[in-house]
């Protein structure tokens, strides 16, 4: 069993920065591929970023070049450093793992607003 809770959302104007963490407990050992996703209003809950074992890392199209995502294994948090915000940004952001054996968990979400 894996846990996630993010940290780090809040309400921003547009071109502001935010930091999201998640933080994973539990058999996090087992985990070897983490991400970012997204669901805003009315919309399907979206990739951001990932960052697999060997710190390999992909990112939405949406996002290249404004967000960064970090896995800080000493810790066992996962970062996601979002600058250039824009109010499209706006969504509540879920931290996703995977596990050896293909269990997927998820975090409980924490709401971004960009607004003016």
């Known amino acids: 069993q894996v846990q996630l809770v993010e940290s780090g959302g809040g309400s921003v104007q547009p071109g502001g920065s935010l930091r999201l963490s998640c933080a994973a407990s539990g058999r996090t050992f087992t985990i070897y591929y983490m991400a970012w996703y997204r669901q805003g209003p009315g919309n399907e809950r979206d990739l951001v970023a990932a960052v697999r074992s060997g710190d390999s890392t992909d990112y939405a199209d949406s996002v290249k070049g404004r967000f960064t995502i970090s896995r800080d294994n000493a810790n066992d948090m996962l970062n996601l450093q979002m600058n250039s915000l824009k109010p499209e940004d706006t969504a509540v952001y879920y931290c996703?793992?995977?596990?050896?054996?293909?269990?997927?968990?998820w975090g409980q979400g924490t709401q971004v607003t960009v607004s003016s």
């Open positions: 996703y793992a995977v596990v050896y054996g293909g269990q997927v968990y």
